[in-house]
T-cell receptor, first 112, second 109 residues
């Protein structure tokens, strides 16, 4: 089992370009999360999906949209990338919301 | 005040040393607590869950102090391979898990 996978691993964008970060899990978990990690800031929640068909905003949702395509897949979209969105993006999923989170390997994004 | 605070370090210790990290939190309703380990350019991985009674896993001991609202991680007999960033995390109920910014540890030969 792959656990949690993310694509791409690295991406360089120019300001104003758009892209979608993909996440898939084979753990059969209901909830999935998107975080960004910046130096000195820790992991901050962008959006989460409690179950297939639902999504909710986290701490830093501005500039992002998400889609819970099915139980396995949760994508994060940047419609018009900004330099402030340069970060490492992690997808995660727990067996239950209050339990440990299993993270994907991350996507490193640089916006010029 | 941040919901979760950690000393960013870095902690530089020799092999064999004992080192301890604390993590303070502000929400007294926090229900579950964790320590994660994150290697450079990798994803965080669970090191230990933290229980009210405290728990130990080999050289690692985690404690929870609800009265003073902090959790701790003690590493005994440090190894070079323990060099990493250690993140504390807590769940305040429902779908909200808060992570600390992490404490960097360097273990030197």
């Amino acid at each position: 089992n792959a656990g949690v996978t993310q694509t791409p691993k690295f991406q360089v964008l120019k300001t104003g370009q758009s892209m979608t970060l993909q996440c898939a899990q084979d753990m059969n978990h209901n909830s999935m999360y998107w975080y960004r990690q910046d130096p000195g800031m820790g992991l901050r929640l962008i959006y989460y999906s409690a179950s297939e068909g639902t999504t909710d905003k986290g701490e830093v949702p501005n500039g992002y949209n998400v889609s819970r395509l099915n139980k396995r897949e949760f994508s994060l979209r940047l419609e018009s990338a900004a330099p402030s969105q340069t970060s490492v993006y992690f997808c995660a999923t727990p067996p239950r919301p209050e339990e440990t989170q299993y993270f994907g390997p991350g996507t490193r994004l640089l916006v010029l | 005040r941040k919901e979760v605070e950690q000393d960013p370090g870095p902690f530089n210790v020799p092999e064999g040393a004992t080192v301890a990290f604390n993590c303070t939190y502000s929400n007294s309703a926090s229900q579950s607590f964790f320590w994660y380990r994150q290697d450079c350019r990798k994803e965080p991985k669970l090191l230990m869950s933290v229980y009210s009674s405290g728990n130990e896993d080999g050289r690692f001991t985690a404690q929870l102090n609800r009265a003073s609202q902090y959790i701790s991680l003690l590493i005994r007999d440090s190894k070079l391979s323990d060099s990493a960033t250690y993140l504390c995390a807590l769940n305040t109920g429902g779908f909200k898990t808060i992570f600390g910014a992490g404490t960097r540890l360097f273990v030197k030969a």
